[in-house]
């Protein structure tokens, strides 16, 4: 419960109707959550705009609404907040709401297109097995301690981020990592939290659905940059050629890392098998479980996010090297008769890549790789083509197949991808919509020592088809599978 009063401080209110000396015991920017004493937030959003369902909120209970534009009739005993982004007030009201709990502990931010969960997921294992109480915001789940929080989005929302981190703090969490989604950034998600650190992995193909231009893309991760606080470091992959964007108008301490180039923080690949990583990192050779030259990137990343948060660099590293990361990431399985299943979560053009270089270097040179490979519906349809050549152009043989359609029509994304198979490849590629058809399919193909990747969903429990999630697990299908094979 507070005061409204209370929990504008820093919101420029450009104009008040109404009372803020009112009660208010939780903020809603969903209609349909609205209960009694609450203050509603309208937000213009994708699909509709929150202004159309203000009186509908005050129906339910609200007696006090953030907006942008006042409507036609005002209520009377509601207070009405302009200003001229709500989504951006909603931000900050929260954070004065839960008063502040990013501050009480130490927040790091990872965004890049790959490699935030892996970042965030290395970094929460690491600093649990350092002593600490460690709280996670990630894709594959939230986690305060050792309790899991379902997840529903990369980010959450405003109020749910609040939330979260003010739990974590009463259960004495010393650290929080958590993904911030481009989607995030532009939709105002981690407005009113307090930074100390921010991490950038890599930017590529994606999202062009959402942001629309490549810039508006790239600008989004900045924007999370420009935020932070001259405390706060700001920490970049100096490889990637966006990597030094992300520093140039941020009044964070900037650090670099990289395999590359010169930089603040260094490695090299020593070598690179399916039994995980040689790496000199800082000058001290370490022989990691996860494998790749990405996950390179990532373990880097994260150790040096471990140094910037002064941590023992002989601890971190024989840490690091006996972590293996998060589920569906890279999760490499034999069967009885030898043929190797990954599953992986690759499901943008340049993490399908880097999975498949990776396999290509560290095969023993005879083997086959066999792709299953889908394109989500309701998403960026120009990486379709692009995801089903670049499986073309590093697999023996290609299964096309679905990956949540969503609202679509599996056969048309499947229609899409099917542009980026040039006709010299189309004596590779399988279509089979039934992604459980594919995997078994696949299965029956392979021969021993041939390697299946099922890329795209990683650690989803769910395939949705129509508005309609039903269960579905990639590795527990190729698993069974497997079994079958013995
Ligand atoms: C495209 C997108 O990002 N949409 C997010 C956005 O919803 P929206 O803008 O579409 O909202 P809307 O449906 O237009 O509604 C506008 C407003 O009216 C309100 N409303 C609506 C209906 C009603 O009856 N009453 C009501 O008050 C809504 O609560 C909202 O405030 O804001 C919502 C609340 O925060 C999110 O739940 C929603 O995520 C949807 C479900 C989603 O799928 N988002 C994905 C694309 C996403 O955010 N992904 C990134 C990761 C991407 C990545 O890097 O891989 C993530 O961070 O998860
Ligand atoms: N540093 C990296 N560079 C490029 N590709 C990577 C990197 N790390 C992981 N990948 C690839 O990208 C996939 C997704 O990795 P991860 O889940 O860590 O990324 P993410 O940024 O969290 O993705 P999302 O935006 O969906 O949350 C992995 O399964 C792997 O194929
Ligand atoms: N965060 C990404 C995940 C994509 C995973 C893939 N399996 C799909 O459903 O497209 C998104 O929501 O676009
Ligand atoms: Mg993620």
Not at 393 to 400: F, M, N, Q, T
């Amino acid at each position: 419960m507070a005061v409204l009063k209370d929990i504008l401080y820093g919101v420029a209110l450009e104009q008040v109707i109404g009372s803020t000396e009112v009660e208010i015991a939780q903020i809603a920017f969903d209609s349909r959550k609205v209960a009694s004493q609450t203050l509603f937030v309208a937000i213009k959003g994708t699909l509709t705009d929150g202004h159309a369902y203000i009186s509908l909120a005050i129906e339910k209970g609200a007696h006090a609404v953030v907006l942008e534009s006042l409507p036609e009739h005002v209520v009377d005993g509601v207070t009405y907040l302009v200003v001229a982004n709500s989504a951006k007030a909603l931000g900050t009201i929260a954070a004065n709401f839960y008063d502040h709990p990013s501050s009480k502990l130490k927040l790091v931010g990872v965004t890049g297109t790959n490699g935030k969960t892996s970042v965030c997921t290395l970094l929460y294992q690491l600093f649990r097995d350092l002593g600490y109480k460690v709280g996670l915001i990630s894709t594959v789940e939230n986690k305060i301690n050792d309790a899991i929080i379902p997840s529903t989005h990369t980010t959450p929302d405003q109020v749910a981020l609040q939330f979260l981190i003010n739990s974590m703090i009463d259960a004495g969490c010393d650290y929080c990592f958590m993904e911030v989604s481009s989607h995030a950034v532009a939709q105002h998600r981690i407005e009113g939290l307090n930074f100390a650190g921010a991490v950038f992995t890599n930017i590529t193909h994606d999202h062009l659905d959402f942001h629309l231009t490549f810039d508006n893309y790239l600008k989004a991760k900045k924007t999370f940059f420009d935020g932070l606080n001259k405390s706060a470091f700001a920490l970049t992959n100096i490889d990637d050629k966006n990597g030094e964007v992300m520093l140039q108008n941020t009044k964070a301490y900037k650090k670099s890392y990289a395999l590359k180039t010169l930089a603040d923080f260094k490695a090299r690949v020593m070598e690179n098998q399916f039994s995980g990583l040689h790496l000199d990192i800082d000058g001290h050779e370490v022989y990691m479980k996860m494998v790749g030259s990405f996950n390179a990137y990532n373990l880097l990343a994260v150790y040096a996010t471990a140094m910037l948060l002064e941590q023992d660099k002989i601890k971190v590293l024989t840490i690091l090297s006996r972590l293996s990361g998060a589920e569906g990431r890279f999760d490499y399985i034999v069967a009885p008769n030898k043929v190797v299943g990954i599953v992986d979560y690759a499901h943008t053009p340049d993490a399908l890549r880097n999975v498949l270089s990776t396999i290509d270097n560290i095969r023993n040179g005879n083997e086959s790789i066999i792709t299953i490979i889908g394109c989500g519906g309701d998403r960026d349809k120009t990486k379709r083509p692009v995801m089903a050549q670049t499986a073309c152009d590093w697999s023996h043989k290609v299964i096309l197949t679905s990956d949540n359609p969503r609202s679509e029509n599996p056969e048309d994304i499947i229609k899409d991808m099917q542009a980026g198979v040039t006709p010299v490849n189309q004596r590779k590629v399988l279509t089979i919509i039934d992604r459980r058809e594919a995997i078994k399919t696949a299965c029956h193909l392979a021969q021993p020592g041939d390697i299946i990747l099922l890329a795209g969903k990683g650690h989803e429990k769910y395939q949705e088809i129509k508005g309609l999630r039903t269960d579905f697990d990639d590795k527990k299908i190729l698993l069974d599978q497997f079994n079958l094979l013995a």
